[in-house]
């Protein structure tokens, strides 16, 4: 079945650098690929997505990058806020199987030190 | 607005007996999901439903129960088989179809007291 790896699991940055989380896919058939951010104690917070049909995706200090030949997507960050610490978990989508349509990566934890 | 409620925020049980989370959404989604969350940890899926009256167990369903008998509502009953409940516990909702994002709820913390 589908599998999703992240990483790192943990990514400290300074306030203002650019933060970068990678995730890796084994379906070739997924062509969906959303960013959630977890604040603590709340639940996961859509807060960008990618389609199979699109290269790149920026919103304001938000961006996602997809590379379908090497099955694998990244976020970046750029500029950081103390705002933006919390736990991000990416996925991909799967169509059919035993898990649901969304198959999650195991979170990274992003620390924006002031 | 349009969400999804997740209650009670806390919710505190004695060994031996069982407890209902209420997820409630006005979205007019198919397809809701239960996922638990442990410290540090992260999403592992309880059960899921994409269409009323029907629903799937995930990775880790023993010790939990679910109905689906309204569109809108997908409560999960933690059980006295379950051996660990103390955990966060998350529902989500989407349009359905395999290229749609979810929409979760605000969680809710089960403690084992």
């Known amino acids: 079945g589908e599998n999703v790896e992240q990483h790192p699991s943990t990514l400290s940055v300074q306030e203002g650098d650019s933060a970068v989380i990678k995730c890796t896919y084994s379906d070739s058939a997924s062509n969906y690929f959303p960013w959630y951010k977890q604040e603590l104690g709340k639940g996961p917070q859509l807060i960008i997505d990618?389609?199979?049909?699109?290269g790149e995706k920026k919103d304001q200090r938000i961006a996602v990058t997809l590379n379908k030949t090497a099955k694998h997507f990244s976020l970046h960050i750029t500029e950081t806020q103390p705002e933006d610490s919390a736990v991000y978990f990416c996925?991909?989508?799967?169509?059919?199987?035993?898990?649901?349509?969304?198959?999650f990566g195991k979170g990274t934890k992003l620390s924006v030190k002031p | 607005d349009g969400g999804i409620t997740q209650s009670p925020k806390y919710l505190f049980r004695k060994e031996g007996q069982n407890v209902t989370l209420s997820c409630e959404q006005n979205?007019?989604?198919?397809?809701m999901y239960w996922y638990r969350q442990d410290p540090g940890q992260g999403l592992r899926l309880i059960y899921y439903?994409?269409?009323?009256?029907?629903?799937q167990k995930g990775d880790i369903a023993e010790g939990y129960s679910v109905s689906r008998e309204k569109k809108e509502s997908f409560p999960l009953t933690v059980t006295s088989a379950q051996k660990n409940p103390t955990a966060f516990y998350l529902c989500?909702?989407?349009?359905?179809?395999?290229?749609?994002?979810?929409?979760f709820g605000s969680g809710t913390r089960l403690t084992v007291v």
């Open positions: 979205l007019n989604h198919d397809a």
């Open positions: 989500a909702s989407s349009i359905g179809g395999w290229t749609y994002g979810y929409t």
């Open positions: 996925a991909a989508s799967i169509n059919g199987g035993s898990q649901g349509n969304l198959i």
């Open positions: 990618i389609r199979s049909n699109v």
């Open positions: 439903s994409q269409i009323v009256n029907d629903f």
